[in-house]
């Protein structure tokens, strides 16, 4: 909306001196700082024995975090702490697995910048701020002159000043996000909301806070989540959510035994009743009269594996690949999101905006520099197979495996849980997924290791829902 999401702030380079510092300063460094004990006495040694003079680098901080270790860091002689100006994010952690950080170049840096950086350079070295530091950080001017008429250029370039990335962004959203995600504890985690109108990114939030951009570059099976796909096909070609569906304890598919993940079972009901409560072995029954290729298509229609990755303007992003069947196996266990489907937890946001707004666009997250190749034209979707789909989706939280949010503040509530089994253990483990939408706003939350969908990644959405109204 125009407001600058990181922009220039104070920050204090804490170093030591060692030709100033005693062991015994650095000692009562560490504690100040958050280091373990010996560890910065280490570093002091090793300098001292090779006679380095030069500081050694020990954290840096923000004007509010510095101001209250000052008169600590001050009583230390031998410590330094020059102050300089650098981008920030609203905090320490904010959006920091997408925007990325920004500090002193690295050798591999200037090795792979081919002579735009020299050392004591500073720069975006990871995230956002390090793909588009050449956007942000403009480029120097060259002036060469003979040293008896400096004011005579036998050589020019004028320096080409940074400009701003514009994003879409929401810093209140974000926030919202972060905070829903800091109530799942320290299992990695991830929530991707996106404006319903527009399909434009409104949060794409990580936990842990230091860790990859799993919302954007993730890699996951999708488990029952990709039942919105595979429904959206098979109410195309003639099913109803009246149409009679057995949900039996297990079904054989050439051999391979499929069952249900909570072992539940019904005689024949609705299919909206197998859609509720997630019913695998339905789906199964059903994947027989599918073609090869229609969960692939749906998904696709939907946006999960239509290619906007190559359109976000950051680099490896992951729009889903839910590959054509080769097998009935395969077929089968794609109906229900395991086999070689694969998500990120932006694809499946995109699926249910899809939905909720009835024709697919591509996301978009960078508004200026222009991203090549985006087509954001509104692609139509079948307008009677997506109310049925809406209502499906809105008996999952009244009356299905959903119903954490029944409740949930600000309206109502469409969603789908789902359970994604993963790795070689026996039992397997499980990813944990909840996606829906509420009034404008879509999302899909991740945790990679929990027991349900339901039990686990629907209260974290509950509870964004809820900061969002607050």
């Given at each position: 909306?125009?407001?600058?999401?990181v922009?220039?702030?104070?920050?204090?380079?804490?170093?030591?001196?060692?030709g100033?510092?005693?062991?015994?300063?650095?000692?009562?460094l560490?504690?100040?700082v958050?280091?373990?004990a010996?560890?910065?006495?280490?570093?002091?040694?090793a300098a001292?024995?090779?006679?380095?003079?030069a500081?050694?680098?020990?954290?840096?901080?923000?004007?509010?975090?510095f101001?209250t270790?000052?008169?600590?860091?001050?009583?230390?002689?031998?410590?330094?702490y020059?102050r300089?100006?650098?981008?920030?994010?609203p905090s320490?952690?904010?959006?920091l697995?997408?925007?990325g950080?920004y500090?002193p170049?690295?050798a591999?840096?200037?090795?792979?910048?081919?002579?735009?950086?020299?050392?004591?350079?500073?720069?975006?070295?990871?995230?956002?701020q390090?793909?588009?530091?050449?956007?942000?950080?403009g480029?120097?001017?060259?002036?060469?002159?003979?040293?008896?008429?400096p004011?005579?250029?036998?050589f020019?370039?004028?320096?080409t000043?940074?400009?701003?990335i514009?994003?879409?962004?929401?810093?209140?959203?974000?926030?919202?996000?972060?905070?829903a995600?800091?109530?799942?504890?320290?299992?990695?985690?991830?929530?991707?909301?996106?404006?319903?109108?527009?399909g434009?990114?409104?949060?794409?939030?990580?936990?842990p806070s230091?860790?990859?951009?799993?919302?954007?570059q993730g890699q996951?099976q999708p488990?029952?989540?990709?039942?919105?796909?595979?429904?959206?096909?098979?109410?195309?070609?003639?099913?109803?959510?009246s149409?009679?569906?057995?949900c039996?304890?297990?079904?054989?598919?050439?051999?391979?035994?499929?069952t249900?993940?909570e072992?539940?079972t019904?005689?024949?009901a609705?299919f909206?009743?197998?859609?509720?409560?997630?019913?695998?072995?339905?789906?199964?029954?059903?994947?027989?009269?599918?073609?090869?290729?229609?969960?692939?298509?749906?998904?696709?229609?939907?946006?999960?594996?239509?290619?906007?990755g190559?359109?976000?303007?950051?680099?490896?992003?992951?729009?889903?690949?839910?590959?054509?069947?080769?097998?009935?196996?395969?077929?089968?266990?794609?109906?229900?999101g395991?086999?070689r489907?694969?998500?990120?937890?932006?694809?499946l946001?995109?699926?249910v905006?899809?939905?909720?707004?009835?024709?697919y666009?591509?996301?978009?997250l960078?508004?200026?520099?222009?991203?090549?190749g985006?087509?954001?034209?509104?692609?139509?979707?079948?307008?009677?197979?997506?109310?049925?789909?809406?209502?499906l989706?809105?008996?999952?939280?009244?009356?299905?495996?959903?119903?954490?949010?029944?409740?949930?503040?600000?309206?109502?509530?469409?969603?789908?849980?789902?359970?994604?089994?993963?790795?070689?253990?026996?039992p397997?483990?499980?990813?944990?997924w909840?996606?829906?939408?509420?009034?404008?706003?879509a999302?899909?939350?991740?945790?990679?290791?929990?027991?349900?969908?339901?039990t686990?990644a629907?209260?974290?959405?509950?509870?964004?829902l809820?900061?969002?109204?607050?």
């Open positions: 909306d125009g407001a600058p999401i922009a220039e702030g104070n920050v204090y380079d804490v170093a030591i001196d060692p100033r510092a005693s062991a015994k300063t650095v000692a009562a560490e504690p100040i958050g280091d373990p010996g560890f910065l006495g280490a570093k002091y040694s001292k024995a090779s006679g380095s003079k500081a050694i680098p020990v954290i840096t901080y923000r004007e509010t975090d101001r270790r000052e008169a600590e860091l001050a009583a230390l002689i031998g410590v330094v020059p300089r100006v650098q981008p920030l994010a320490r952690a904010f959006a697995p997408l925007l950080s500090g170049v690295t591999q840096t200037i090795t792979n910048g081919k002579g735009r950086y020299v050392a004591g350079d500073y720069a975006g070295l990871s995230g956002l390090g793909q588009y530091d050449a956007v942000l950080g480029t120097p001017g060259i002036k060469v002159t003979v040293s008896d008429k004011d005579t250029a036998l020019e370039t004028a320096a000043p940074g400009a701003p514009t994003m879409t962004l929401d810093p209140t959203i974000q926030t919202a996000a972060e905070s995600l800091a109530t799942g504890g320290t299992v990695p985690s991830s929530l991707v909301a996106i404006d319903v109108a527009t434009d990114l409104l949060a794409v939030a990580n936990s230091n860790g990859m951009n799993r919302a954007l996951y488990g029952s989540t990709l039942k919105v796909a595979t429904t959206y096909s098979l109410l195309g070609k003639g099913l109803t959510p149409t009679p569906v057995t039996p304890p297990f079904v054989m598919v050439d051999g391979r035994k499929m249900n993940y072992n539940e019904f005689a024949s609705p909206s009743k197998d859609f509720a409560l997630s019913c695998n072995t339905a789906f199964v029954q059903l994947a027989a009269t599918m073609g090869d290729a229609d969960v692939h298509d749906a998904a696709a229609a939907l946006g999960v594996g239509s290619g906007w190559k359109h976000l303007g950051i680099d490896g992003t992951f729009s889903g690949s839910v590959p054509v069947a080769t097998s009935k196996t395969e077929k089968a266990a794609t109906a229900f395991q086999a489907t694969l998500v990120s937890p932006a694809s946001a995109v699926m905006a899809s939905v909720a707004r009835g024709t666009i591509e996301p978009a960078i508004r200026t520099p222009a991203v090549a985006a087509d954001r034209a509104p692609k139509a979707l079948d307008a009677k197979v997506v109310v049925e789909l809406r209502g989706m809105r008996l999952v939280v009244t009356q299905g495996t959903g119903t954490a949010l029944k409740s949930a503040a600000g309206g109502a509530v469409f969603g789908k849980t789902g359970t994604a089994e993963y790795g070689s253990a026996n397997p483990k499980t990813r944990a909840f996606v829906g939408w509420q009034g404008n706003v999302f899909a939350v991740l945790v990679e290791d929990g027991q349900s969908g339901g686990v629907a209260p974290i959405a509950k509870t964004f809820g900061k969002l109204q607050r």
